[in-house]
């Protein structure tokens, strides 16, 4: 099991969770198996996303993508994402 963590900041939370809720069928076809979003308490904006996959290479698939791109474009994603992956130990 690879974990893919995506932390960055949003112009408008409510924007961001619609483009997000909205790429659901794309997450689900290429391997996330289970996700969580996260706020941070102090600044509703900085937002982290956890994503589940089977392996690394799908991990890394979805971390490229194209759709993921986009998505973070029209969702009002601010500056560079912070990205990385985790393996359960």
Do not use: C
Request: proline share 3%.
């Amino acid at each position: 099991m690879t974990t893919l963590f995506v932390r960055h900041q949003v112009a408008d939370y409510a924007q961001w969770r619609k483009v997000y809720d909205g790429i659901a069928p794309a997450q689900q076809s290429m391997g996330v198996q289970d996700q969580a979003v996260y706020q941070a308490i102090d600044n509703p904006k900085d937002i982290t996303v956890r994503h589940e996959f089977a392996t690394l290479e799908d991990a890394q698939t979805w971390a490229g993508s194209a759709v993921l791109r986009s998505a973070m474009h029209d969702a009002g994603v601010e500056g560079a994402p912070t990205v990385w992956f985790t393996t359960r130990s």
